[in-house]
C-alpha cells in the first residue's frame, strides 16, 4: 500500500473519532483516536521493516529477507526517512552471505541518511571490513575514523578496537609469489 493512503485513512478514522466524541459517544470515539494514532505511526514506522529488524536480531536471516522482500517499491512504501535504514537492513542480510555484494547497499545507507549515530557507525564498520577485503587500507582507515566518531555511546568500541587490529595485521601479512617448489605463495 502506498505510504500517502495510510495518512488518508488515518485522517477519516481521525475525523469519524472526533465526529463520535461531537454525538457523545466518547468510548468509541477514543477507540478510534487510537487506531488513527497506530495507523499514523505505520507511516513513519513500516510494519514491514519492523518485523524485519525483529527477525534480524533473532538471527532468522530468512525470514529476514523474506519481509524486507515484500517490500517491493521501497520509494513509494516507506517515506524518504526510511530509506536509509531499508538498505541498511538489507545490506547487514546481504553481508553474512556475499560481504563484498553489501558495499552497494550501506553506501546508499549513508548516501539517503541515517537519523541515529549508531546506525551511522555500523554503516561504517561495515564497509571498512569490506575494504579491508579488498586490501585498501586508506579508505579502511577513513571508515573508521568516521565509525568512531559517530560512536558517541561507545557501543561498538570493542568492534572498532578489533578491526584496528585486524588493520595493523593487514601490514604484516603479505603474499609473496614464488619461493621453492611450483611456484606457490608464502606468507610472511
Do not use: C
Amino acid at each position: 500500500m502506498p505510504n500517502f493512503i495510510r495518512i488518508i485513512i488515518a485522517a477519516v478514522v481521525l475525523g469519524a473519532a472526533i465526529s463520535l466524541m461531537v454525538f457523545s459517544h466518547w468510548g468509541w470515539g477514543i477507540l478510534l483516536v487510537f487506531l488513527a494514532i497506530l495507523i499514523f505511526v505505520t507511516f513513519i514506522f513500516n510494519e514491514k521493516m519492523l518485523v524485519a529488524q525483529w527477525f534480524l536480531r533473532k538471527e532468522n536471516m530468512d525470514k529476514a529477507s523474506a519481509w524486507l522482500g515484500k517490500i517491493k517499491n521501497y520509494e513509494k512504501e516507506l517515506y524518504k526517512g526510511q530509506w536509509g535504514y531499508y538498505h541498511l537492513l538489507i545490506g547487514l542480510i546481504e553481508s553474512r552471505t556475499s560481504p563484498m555484494k553489501s558495499e552497494k547497499y550501506f553506501k546508499k545507507a549513508l548516501q539517503f541518511g541515517l537519523t541515529m549515530d549508531h546506525n551511522i557507525a555500523l554503516a561504517n564498520l561495515s564497509l571498512a571490513g569490506v575494504e579491508m577485503a579488498k586490501r585498501n587500507k586508506r579508505e579502511a582507515q577513513r571508515l573508521l575514523k568516521e565509525a568512531e566518531k559517530a560512536d558517541k555511546n561507545k557501543l561498538m568500541a570493542e568492534q572498532i578496537k578489533m578491526m584496528k587490529g585486524q588493520l595493523s595485521m593487514l601490514d604484516r601479512t603479505q603474499m609473496v609469489q614464488g619461493g621453492r617448489g611450483r611456484g606457490g605463495f608464502r606468507q610472511f
